[in-house]
């Protein structure tokens, strides 16, 4: 009987350490999140130092949302101390129009809204001469920079069915108008340059790639990474009396040295944090030195309104926290690690620089 009871006690032994090798073994990249054991000092942040500017959001349906949404959004920014919120999708036209008037009539000093164009039907007789007239009627109905997104570039063809190039010509004017009227360009060319690059185990970017198989680029059907962000850079070396603010660091986040010389090139070209700051967190000491130097020149922003993910930002420069999770993994597989940055910097990050650089905002709700 005894020898009984040993058998059956290996057998579901054996049975239980097969199936923790099974589900071991199935396992999915996806899922796996382990628990640190690391013990170090933490300091989660739940509100910004400063009240700061957001220059990157996105609210789609500003244009309708209710009073009781509008009072959710601002008890929101005021948990976070978010002085103003700009919102990038404004559009053009009537669109525009209901959009300032929907954020702007009720909360005049939260909201900013950015115009965008209208790129249909591209070198039809007359096209540029309308571009130029509508950003002219948006920024008199209230818009106070013009956002571009990355379809120019990539997506957006002319009425001949040609690819659209960021620097083609017949969109000159349009840039120009911009700085004659005094706005930024908030401009979004191109995606990460992993998303070029083959589909394997090396790249960094494959987890996002295999979860939004439609952000892969095929060289193939694409034009390269190189060629799309130089087609870019040729527009602001164009158009010196246009401020362009450049995007996610302008896709250079994981080589600040190649973003510095662009920096010191092109004097009209700021730039901003939107969706990038995993690549900040991972070299701490280099991004620390880099926004120090360009205190000037770097903008806050986030991309996706999600109050929680703010925390991250402001913990991740207001800190010296070591080894801290990132809110997105198929940004980030890594940790992040605060940059410490000095509270002169914070405050040009947070609200200086778009003070500065996005006419209309009331400076004297800022601490300066």
């Known amino acids: 009987m005894k020898r009984f009871f040993i058998v059956?006690?290996?057998?579901?032994?054996?049975?239980?350490?097969?199936?923790?090798?099974e589900k071991l073994d199935s396992l999915l990249y996806e899922e796996y999140e382990p628990v640190s054991t690391l013990v170090v000092e933490a300091h989660p942040?739940?509100?910004?130092?400063?009240?700061?500017?957001?220059?990157?959001?996105?609210?789609?349906?500003?244009?309708?949302?209710?009073?009781?949404?509008?009072?959710e959004v601002i008890k929101d920014m005021d948990d976070l101390n978010m002085g103003i919120a700009v919102n990038l999708s404004g559009g053009y036209g009537d669109k525009l129009a209901s959009m300032v008037k929907s954020m702007k009539g009720r909360y005049p000093d939260r909201f900013v809204v950015f115009a965008n164009v209208n790129f249909d039907k591209v070198g039809e007789p007359g096209w540029t001469e309308r571009?130029?007239?509508?950003?002219?009627?948006?920024?008199?109905n209230?818009?106070?920079?013009?956002?571009?997104?990355?379809?120019?570039?990539?997506?957006?063809?002319d009425n001949t069915g040609k690819r659209l190039s960021t620097n083609d010509p017949r969109l000159d004017p349009v840039w120009a108008k911009a700085g004659e009227l005094g706005i930024p360009v908030l401009i979004h060319t191109g995606d990460p340059s992993p998303f070029w690059s083959d589909r394997d185990r090396f790249n960094e970017r494959w987890l996002e790639l295999k979860q939004f198989p439609n952000r892969y680029r095929d060289p193939a059907e694409n034009p390269s990474w190189a060629e799309i962000?130089?087609?870019?850079?040729?527009?602001f070396r164009k158009h010196p009396g246009t401020n362009f603010i450049n995007a996610h660091l302008g896709w250079y986040g994981n080589d600040l040295?190649?973003?510095?010389?662009?920096?010191?090139?092109?004097?009209?070209?700021?730039?901003?944090?939107?969706?990038?700051?995993?690549?900040l967190g991972r070299q701490p000491r280099t991004a620390r030195a880099f926004l120090i130097k360009y205190k000037d020149r770097?903008?806050?922003?986030?991309?996706?309104?999600?109050?929680?993910?703010?925390?991250?930002?402001?913990?991740?420069?207001?800190?010296?926290?070591?080894?801290?999770?990132?809110?997105?993994?198929?940004?980030a597989h890594w940790k992040l690690y605060g940059l410490d940055l000095p509270d002169d910097v914070l405050r040009h990050i947070y609200y200086r620089n778009?003070?500065?650089?996005?006419?209309?905002i009331d400076a004297s709700n800022f601490p300066d």
């Open 354 to 360: 778009a003070i500065r650089i996005i006419p209309g």
């Open 229 to 235: 962000m130089a087609e870019q850079h040729d527009v």
């Open 142 to 157: 209230g818009a106070q920079g013009l956002k571009i997104y990355k379809s120019l570039g990539l997506r957006i063809v």
């Open 257 to 279: 040295g190649g973003l510095a010389d662009l920096m010191d090139e092109l004097p009209n070209m700021y730039t901003e944090l939107g969706a990038v700051l995993a690549e």
């Open 8 to 21: 059956v006690f290996l057998l579901s032994f054996v049975s239980r350490t097969v199936a923790a090798q």
């Open 45 to 71: 942040i739940e509100k910004a130092k400063y009240p700061f500017i957001d220059v990157h959001s996105h609210h789609f349906r500003a244009d309708t949302y209710d009073d009781a949404r509008m009072a």
């Open 131 to 140: 571009a130029v007239e509508q950003l002219e009627t948006d920024v008199a």
């Open 298 to 331: 770097v903008m806050f922003g986030k991309d996706s309104w999600a109050p929680d993910e703010y925390r991250v930002y402001f913990r991740t420069f207001e800190t010296a926290d070591e080894f801290f999770d990132y809110y997105r993994k198929r940004h």
